[in-house]
């Protein structure tokens, strides 16, 4: 027998979280942490490609950054990420977190430097209109130079309220430099750990999402421990590792309907090129597991 006694000391949520996308419900929620798992040519890539190919069509995602050192040679498979090749392709080497941290501050950069852009325009519409006399052949001068008098400022995306959304996809990385021990693999835990407290402009963090396609669950310079267990999707194709799926099922323990686990898993892998999809934030426990993406198991 419990005894109780309730005092006056609510818990009060922040009314904003970093990191939280709006998405169609019917795609896993945004931003988070995404693992394919499974053998080579198990279909890792062309699912992970079509679920990104998505989120872009949604505009949940506005700019893929794919880490790999295959991109050539898979050319064709990730034509649907709308990759600049010269921009968004980086090899997985211990210097690669590093330079993808790069391109997430360059994005912020041209963002805040957009909208102080677009403060400055509408102080120039202000001045145009009042015939300010403060506007002087300087002042005329330098709005010419920002362009004011052609057009305003324009955002490149098509919702300037944000910046970019990014998708840092990782591919063929297993054994890298990038996931081996040592600052490479401390720098890339630290960066999913963080992922929605990445992009940050102001006190606001606007957060990115990572996937990883691995050939391993949990061998020595595949994922590491603390990333599979901020994983928010998690993708698992044919395994008849007995040590994989117990190792699996361990790490899984607090999911509900865990008994069912395997049978979904069998069920999702008896098709060709099947995988059993597992939501870690479902909306609905209903929408929880998935054979593929477009049938719920439960």
Not at 51 to 60: S, W
Not at 178 to 192: A, S, T
Request: hydrophobic residues 35%.
């Amino acid at each position: 027998m419990i005894k109780t006694k309730r005092i006056n000391f609510p818990i009060v949520p922040p009314k904003r979280t970093s990191g939280k996308i709006v998405v169609p419900n019917h795609l896993p929620a945004m931003h988070g942490i995404q693992i394919w798992v499974g053998r080579r040519n198990a279909g890792k890539t062309v699912a992970a490609t079509n679920l990104i190919k998505r989120y872009l069509d949604a505009g949940v995602i506005e700019r893929v950054i794919l880490i790999t050192p295959t991109f050539e040679s898979n050319i064709h498979t990730f034509t649907p990420l709308r990759l600049e090749a010269s921009q968004d392709v980086i090899e997985p080497t211990k210097d690669a977190v590093f330079k993808v941290k790069e391109k997430l501050d360059e994005e912020v950069k041209e963002w805040e430097e957009y909208h102080e852009k677009k403060k400055r325009y509408a102080q120039f519409q202000k001045e145009i209109q009042s015939n300010s006399t403060l506007l002087t052949d300087d002042k005329l001068m330098v709005y010419d130079q920002l362009g004011f008098f052609e057009e305003k400022p324009k955002w490149k995306r098509p919702d300037d309220s944000h910046p970019t959304r990014i998708y840092v996809l990782c591919d063929d990385v297993f054994g890298s430099p990038m996931l081996r021990m040592g600052k490479g693999q401390e720098d890339f835990v630290n960066l999913c750990i963080a992922h929605r407290h990445q992009m940050v402009s102001g006190n606001v963090g606007y957060g990115i999402s990572v996937g990883i396609l691995t050939q391993s669950y949990s061998a020595i310079a595949s994922v590491p421990r603390p990333v599979r267990e901020n994983c928010t999707l998690l993708c698992l194709f044919l395994n008849s590792d007995e040590k994989q799926r117990q190792k699996i099922k361990e790490e899984l323990s607090d999911i509900p309907n865990l008994e069912k686990f395997e049978t979904f898993w069998d069920y999702a892998t008896s098709k060709p090129h099947g995988f059993l999809c597992i939501d870690m934030n479902p909306p609905t426990p209903q929408q929880r597991f998935r054979s593929q993406y477009d049938e719920y198991l439960y």
